[in-house]
């Protein structure tokens, strides 16, 4: 997440570090390699076929992508203001919008069943109003994966704020540009790498999201049953299906994290 | 919300495998009883009077859906004590190898349908749970409670318009007690120990659907001693009672 090409060659690591950062690899690639070894590759295809699978996977990639749009359409202004201004209790701000990063997933989906539930203070009046329900809905999940990814989008944004050459925006001020067109014709182009990176690691986090999904929205096949959930139930069923479901969520995640990194991002 | 948070960590907790399990703070003097989700209540009284009796014992309490548990057993949790809402999943641990003893059967339970405090949406029997307007929670069909709930609804010959699958029994009841379900089928002695919070509505079929809970002793427990003491106790009198004081039949 630093600014880009800062990247200097300052010789070789002591042994020690290398050895260290082995281990780290070791950590977390040794149980991925432990799920691709004991996947049913016989099977594989008949299991991914399987309705269940297929309907958790539709409803991932949806709910997961449109939590990541929602988390930029809302997660950058937001990061602006946190960054931009000085407006009072603004740390406060910053650290409650960050909480979901830290926060147990499933307190956040109680807590997200308090407030917008049928029985909830926004979600009450709500649904008196207009009928509008939103736990046990897909829009439930995305508001569930909006709640836990987009502070990984205002934190990214953010720090390349604070990372920022002031001049361009200075100038284009000094050239006459309005507010808003300096946030759209140069901030925003300048973000563009942040912009990315936190699409990309908000697109990830929602596509794994478990506890908030199925504390908030429950867990019903083809409506609220994405794949981490589908995961959960078939370990106790089926374990063949619980494996198949989690190589294509290792494949799919690595892909988002690596294709569009690589994609659209030189250095990150 | 309390509640529901404390809910919410029992399902964390078995998501994320509970790997507390290992260290033991006197291993000589601890019994990890892994337990039924629906057994929070009454294990938790059991586990008073034991310790109460048996002094210097702990018996410490891992509570989640049965066949999370047997999932983690099979796992290599060491746990010193397993008791399941239903036979299958014992019967699972021994045939693993992963009991030390006999499973015995400890208690019977029945269904209940679970209605918020008031029973707003006006639910009088489990034919109720066809209303495609309500909103219907089950336990989800791998854990026991889900099972048995599944059975009742096919012997009622209805079809369920069911909203949910929750993980297990008490994340269920959990929904019920906030208002977000209209209805949910739970174990009888689910309803009994959230009396007040929900309202029960009885369940009336021409077949009795019951499960039967059953206990072992775990080969990899560090504690066989206290293990075997905890299965006594709850076998014996004193625990039929307190078992049955919480709604549940003797088996």
Same mark, same amino acid.
Request: aromatic fraction near 6%; charged fraction near 15%; glycine fraction near 10%.
């Given at each position: ?8 060659? &300052? ?10 950062? !082995? ?9 991925? %390699? ?14 991914? !076929? ?31 203001? %946190?960054?931009?201004?000085? $407006? ?24 997200? /069943?308090?407030?917008?539930? &049928?029985?909830? =203070? ?39 704020? &604070? ?38 690691? @908000? ?30 139930? *078939?370990? #106790?069923?089926?374990?063949?299906? +619980? ?12 892909? =988002? ?9 030189? @250095?990150? | ?21 290992? #260290? ?10 892994? *337990? ?85 949406? +006006? ?6 749970? *066809? ?5 219907? !929670?089950?336990?989800? #069909? ?10 009742? $609804? ?33 174990? +009888? ?45 709850? /076998?014996?009198? #004193?625990?039929?009672? $307190?078992? !049955? ?7």
């Amino acid at each position: 997440m630093n600014a880009p090409g800062r990247r200097h060659r &300052r010789g070789a690591l002591p042994i020690g570090v290398a050895g260290l950062a !082995g281990i780290g690899v070791a950590l977390v690639a040794v149980p991925l %390699v432990a799920v691709v070894w004991r996947v049913p590759w016989s099977r594989l295809a008949a299991v991914l !076929g399987d309705e269940v699978v297929v309907d958790a996977l539709r409803l991932s990639l949806a709910t997961s992508a449109g939590a990541a749009v929602i988390s930029l359409v809302i997660g950058v202004p937001l990061a602006l203001v %946190v960054a931009r201004t000085e $407006i009072p209790g603004r740390s406060l701000i910053r650290a409650i919008v960050t909480l979901p990063v830290i926060l147990p997933p499933v307190v956040g989906g109680a807590a997200l /069943l308090y407030a917008f539930g &049928r029985r909830g =203070i926004v979600g009450g009046p709500l649904y008196e109003a207009t009928g509008i329900l939103l736990p046990f809905s897909g829009w439930g999940v995305v508001l569930a994966n909006t709640f836990i990814a987009m502070p990984f989008m205002v934190l990214t944004v953010e720090s390349a704020l &604070r990372g920022l050459d002031p001049r361009p925006e200075a100038a284009a001020r000094t050239l006459g540009a309005s507010r808003w067109t300096v946030i759209r014709r140069v901030t925003l182009p300048l973000l563009r790498p942040a912009l990315v990176a936190g699409f990309v690691l @908000s697109w990830a986090r929602a596509l794994g999201e478990f506890g908030a999904t199925v504390t908030f929205a429950g867990n019903l096949q083809g409506s609220t049953q994405t794949m981490p959930l589908a995961v959960f139930v *078939a370990l #106790e069923s089926d374990r063949d299906a +619980a494996l198949a479901i989690s190589l294509l969520l290792v494949v799919l995640s690595l892909a =988002i994290l690596v294709g569009l990194r690589d994609r659209w991002l030189r @250095s990150w | 919300m309390r509640q529901v948070v404390a809910m919410s960590l029992v399902v964390a907790a078995t998501a994320s495998g509970c790997a507390s399990a290992g #260290e033991l703070p006197d291993a000589d003097g601890s019994v990890l009883v892994l *337990a039924a989700a629906s057994l929070t209540d009454v294990f938790g009284s059991l586990a008073d009077v034991f310790e109460a009796t048996h002094a210097g014992t702990e018996i410490r309490l891992n509570f989640a859906a049965s066949s999370s548990l047997r999932e983690q057993i099979l796992g290599g949790l060491p746990g010193d004590v397993f008791a399941s809402a239903d036979e299958t999943n014992v019967d699972e641990v021994v045939a693993a190898g992963d009991a030390s003893g006999e499973p015995k059967a400890f208690a019977r339970n029945g269904l209940a349908i679970a209605v918020p405090a008031g029973n707003p949406a +006006a639910v009088n029997g489990i034919a109720d749970l *066809a209303r495609s307007e309500l909103l219907v !929670g089950l336990c989800a #069909e791998t854990v026991p409670c889900g099972e048995l709930a599944r059975r009742a $609804i096919s012997v009622a010959g209805i079809e369920a318009s069911v909203d949910t699958h929750e993980p297990d029994v008490r994340a269920l009841l959990t929904k019920v007690e906030a208002g977000e379900l209209d209805a949910a089928i739970v174990y +009888a002695t689910d309803v009994a120990a959230a009396a007040g919070r929900v309202d029960s509505v009885e369940i009336e079929l021409a077949v009795d659907v019951t499960t039967t809970y059953a206990i072992v002793t775990l080969a990899a427990g560090a504690n066989p001693d206290g293990a075997e003491l905890f299965v006594q106790f709850v /076998l014996s009198a #004193e625990g039929r009672r $307190i078992l !049955g004081d919480h709604g549940f039949v003797a088996p």
